[in-house]
C-alpha cells in the first residue's frame, strides 16, 4: 500500500512501514527552519509573527512611529537587522526600512493569500519578519537609495537606542 504525500511539486511515495513513514515525514517537513529556538520571553503574538508568519493589524506596532536612532533587533534572537537610518513613513501601517543591515536577512517567494510576495525572516533564527515589496517607486517619491519597502511586523523587533 502506498501514500502519497505532497509538498509543492514534489511527491513521494510513502510504504506504510511506519519507521520509513515517519523518516519521510521528517524529511519532508523538518526544514532547517523547524529546528528554531524560541526565546521564552516571547509574548503569544510576538511567537505567531515570529514562528507562524503571522501579520500585526495596521496601525498597532509599537515602532510604526519611532524615529529615534538607533538599531532595530531580531525580537527571538536579537541580531542586529535594520539601522534607523533607513526607516521610512510609507503609510502603510507598518514599519517600514528601505534595506537591512548586510546579511541580516533571508529572503523566500511567498504565494499565499493569493499575491506574489517576498518573505523577510531573520537570517539567524529564521524568525518571520515581514516582506519586501520593489517598484513602488520609493527611490522617487521619497529620493530613496533604492525602490525597496521592507514591510515589518514590530512584534519581530526590538529596538536600541543610540546617544
Ligand atoms: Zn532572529
Not at 510513502?14 to 515517519?22: P, Q
Not at 538607533?70 to 537610518?85: H, I, K, M, Q, W
Not at 528601505?98 to 533564527?125: Q, V
Amino acid at each position: 500500500m502506498f501514500a502519497l504525500v505532497g509538498r509543492g511539486a514534489r511527491y513521494t511515495y510513502l510504504t506504510t512501514n511506519k519507521t520509513t513513514y515517519n523518516k519521510t515525514i521528517k524529511m519532508l517537513f523538518q526544514s532547517k527552519t523547524d529546528k528554531k529556538e524560541w526565546n521564552p520571553e516571547l509574548t503569544s503574538e510576538q511567537l505567531h509573527v515570529l514562528k507562524d508568519k503571522g501579520t500585526e493589524a495596521p496601525g498597532t506596532g509599537k515602532y510604526l512611529y519611532n524615529d529615534r536612532t538607533g538599531v532595530y533587533t531580531c525580537a527571538n534572537c536579537d541580531a542586529p537587522l535594520y539601522r534607523s537610518e533607513t526607516k521610512f513613513d510609507s503609510g502603510c501601517g507598518w514599519p517600514a526600512f528601505n534595506g537591512e543591515i548586510k546579511g541580516a536577512l533571508k529572503y523566500k517567494k511567498d504565494f499565499s493569500h493569493g499575491m506574489m510576495r517576498t518573505e523577510i525572516m531573520c537570517a539567524k533564527c529564521g524568525g518571520h519578519l515581514g516582506h519586501e515589496f520593489k517598484g513602488e517607486g520609493w527611490n522617487k517619491r521619497l529620493n530613496l537609495p533604492n525602490d525597496s519597502r521592507h514591510c515589518v511586523n514590530s512584534l519581530s523587533l526590538n529596538f536600541k537606542k543610540e546617544e
